[in-house]
């Protein structure tokens, strides 16, 4: 049993606590609420509890990267530690993040020691279908002891990457219309698949199974509804696709990076669709950059669209999450929703916030404590606890 005490805790619920305590127990928040007042003595385990004192500190609910490629592409390797893009085949939403994730990467380390508990992690841009996304903890001994969910979704890009990948292969697609005609074509397929599959299911004596397509069956959980396309799309043009496709096949979609999504932040918000934005702190190397901007979230926010912040790490270095969400608020983001950015919103838009997100009874015990305020340039961590577990100790650390 672990007991947070004395601290500022924001609890992303609404309810914050100018001075709080947080009680844990089996790696999951028991209780939540004012210190001392509303603590119950009676229920402690005195001869098992460790305290940790949060006086004069910030305490907030693990952040979470809602798109990245931690462990996809390895910390210093190179192309022996590159497993982000199968650039063979235009339509691949059968490959598993989790099986190429490299979950010794220090990345990993340097998340969680910069208070990032979890990070969606994924294929990169290269296909047209990409595979499936899946969401980590940043601790653990294996993968499986890191998995919250997978698939969390099927990675569909538009624009510029899949044309590059596939025009100096003299293969389709070379066009933005061929990277929609071969969406559409995919999900025809799966749909049609699923019929036959469904029409077996209901009489399996007057029909017969279809073929096994593991391709096919990935798609199926995108048809059903039971998890979003994690859309890669920058300008407004490859945006409003990504959205005409998504209810031509009534999909569950989200924009990833989103650019120039401050053009059309009206059309956004009155399509209901959020958008999971960044990175940030780059250069504008591609042409579909040329309106990177950091005021995006601010404006996307204020017009009514549910957003997150990303690193799309390594693009940017995933220990500078918080970093790119201070700067938002610098540029006119509102400072309780940047905090959402990469906390709540980043679970919610990633359909995780079940287990995190927010600190609330029944949640993961994932914490992560902060010296000073989390959008001052010099504060630091003091502790990460995941799952209940410290495991980082910024004194003990730096000792160690």
Partial sequence: MLLVKNG???????????????????GKIVEVGDYPTALKPDILDLDNLSVIDAK??????????????????????????DDGNEMTDPVTPHLRAIDAVYH?????????????????????????????????????RRIEDMLVKSPVAIKVAFGENPK???SE???????????????????????????????YNENKEENDKPDYDIKMEALLGVLNKEIPIKTHAHRADDILTAIRIAKEFDL???????????????????EGVSAIVGPYLTDRSKIELRNLSIKTPGILAKAGVKVAIMTDHPC??????????????REGMDEAEAMKAITINAAELTGI?????????GKDADIVIFDGHPFELKTRVVNTIINGKVVYERNKNERD
């Avoid at 609890?11 to 127990?25: F, H, P, S, W």
């Avoid at 293969?171 to 025809?188: C, G």
């Avoid at 995190?356 to 009874?361: A, M």
Wanted: charged fraction near 25%.
């Fill in 104 to 140: 010794m990467d220090r990345a990993f380390v340097e998340a969680y020691e910069n208070g990032i508990t979890t990070v969606v992690t994924g294929p990169g841009s290269a296909n047209v279908i990409g595979g499936q996304f899946a969401a980590l903890k940043t601790y653990g």
């Fill in 56 to 81: 004069d500190k910030y305490v907030l609910p693990g952040l979470i990267d809602a798109h990245c490629h931690v462990g996809m592409w390895e910390d210093s390797v190179g192309f022996e530690g």
């Fill in 316 to 329: 940017m270095p995933i220990q500078y999450l918080s970093l790119a969400a201070a700067m938002a608020v």
């Fill in 8 to 26: 500022r805790i924001i609890t992303m619920t609404g309810t914050d606590y100018e001075n709080g305590y947080i009680l844990i127990d089996e």
């Fill in 252 to 270: 569950k979609l989200t924009i990833e990076h989103c650019t120039e999504g401050h053009l059309i932040a009206d059309i956004l918000r009155d």
């Fill in 169 to 199: 292969r003299k293969m389709t697609p070379t066009t933005r219309m061929a990277t929609a005609a071969i969406l559409r074509e995919s999900l025809l397929q799966a749909i049609d698949y699923k019929e036959k599959l469904d029409e």
């Fill in 353 to 361: 916030d079940d287990r995190v997100g927010s600190i609330e009874p």
């Fill in 164 to 166: 590059t990948v596939y």
